[in-house]
């Protein structure tokens, strides 16, 4: 492996790592008291205030591209961000961590299956076998047959946070990328923001606060120890390394890295919530592990001539058709720079 493949491998591990905490630091908030909503909107309203400098200065000279992209930054702000994200924190709120983080990853493995359907292009077995490996070990991983607590509504909303998932994967693939991924994260931050506000000004999604001490690790700390994790880690810093590992590795690899996230999110509830992991999840880190290696294996045998991308079909190496399956909480689709065909762009019109 080389150096720029080491280093996103890292990159991509710790993404993963930071994202998986938001989960246990959220319900930390929500145990005090916190309403689902009142997390997703600090902690979004939080990120976009972070990110906003670093945007202003990215849009320097490029206001024309910012107009031209409003209608995506409309959809990946609402759908992608606050919407996916007020759904799992209300799954969050009724299931485990583990559990809730389960339904969201039902997305990408859906909209695998989906087009693998629709263009009837099987992956290779290596691949194949790889994925298969690495949702055996998520499954391990979470052990739903353990203490896990199925609420109907909470399944409603994990499931539900898919499909947001899903929708922000569909769109991904036609990105215009002369919007760079900083503005995209950033400006959907901001409408992500506004979404969550108007839901809770119209007490759709009605915010409850509680200011006064959390238990975390079994001790207690501040209340604004996890608002901060939640807007600076698990939000900015998750994002931004998110951004450089699907640069350097390539969403394909990226996907199935960003698996991991529920291992991280597994161990993070154990030293925030107490929820100690017993063997059969620590087997299941390893088959995640297994499946990751079989999945890098087999695109560098295929970067080596042995035979064509995974859903090259389209000319888009990486997911299939182009579509970026890189982490559970969405991240800007980042043009690769083995792309041989020019970028789509996304069509104004309705289906």
Not at 10 to 25: D, E, K, N, Q, R
Not at 157 to 167: F, H, N, Q, T
Not at 301 to 309: F, I, K, Q, V, Y
Request: charged share 10%; net charge negative; with cysteine.
């Amino acid at each position: 492996m080389n150096t720029r493949a080491a280093s996103g491998l890292w990159i991509a591990v710790l993404s993963a790592a930071t994202f998986g905490m938001s989960g246990p630091f959220a319900k930390a908030l929500l145990e005090i008291g916190w309403s689902p909503g009142a997390a997703v909107g600090v902690r979004i309203g939080g990120a976009a205030l972070v990110l906003l400098v670093p945007v202003l200065i990215a849009l320097r000279g490029r206001w024309s591209t910012l107009q031209g992209n409003a209608l995506t930054l409309i959809i990946y702000g609402m759908t992608a961000i606050a919407l996916c994200q007020l759904f799992y924190f209300n799954a969050v709120e009724r299931l485990s961590v583990g559990v809730a983080l389960l339904l969201e990853y039902l997305a990408p493995v859906l909209i695998v299956g989906w087009l693998w359907i629709r263009s009837r292009r099987a992956p290779h077995r290596l691949t194949a076998a790889g994925s298969v490996v690495a949702i055996l070990g998520l499954l391990l991983v979470l052990d739903p047959a353990g203490d896990a607590r199925l609420d109907p509504i909470g399944v409603l909303y994990g499931l539900a946070a898919a499909v947001c998932l899903m929708v922000f994967f569909l769109m991904s693939a036609k990105i215009d990328d002369s919007l760079p991924p900083l503005v995209m994260a950033g400006g959907g931050m901001v409408v992500g923001a506004l979404t969550i506000l108007l839901l809770g000004l119209t007490n759709v999604m009605p915010f409850e606060f509680a200011f006064t001490d959390v238990t975390i690790a079994g001790a207690q700390f501040s209340w604004l120890v996890p608002v901060a994790v939640l807007v600076l880690i698990s939000t900015v810093a998750a994002y931004v390394t998110g951004i450089l590992a699907a640069q350097e590795l390539g969403s394909k690899v990226a996907s199935f890295v960003a698996l991991t996230e529920v291992l991280f999110a597994v161990v993070a509830a154990w030293l925030v919530l107490g929820e100690l992991p017993g063997p059969i999840q620590l087997l299941g880190g390893l088959l995640i592990v297994a499946g990751v290696v079989c999945v890098r294996t087999d695109e560098l045998r295929s970067r080596n001539g042995d035979g064509p991308l995974d859903g090259d079909a389209d000319g888009l190496q990486g997911g299939p058709h182009g579509i970026d399956l890189a982490g559970a909480e969405p991240i800007p689709y980042v043009p690769l720079l083995t792309e041989t065909s020019q970028p789509q762009r996304v069509e104004h019109h309705e289906h």
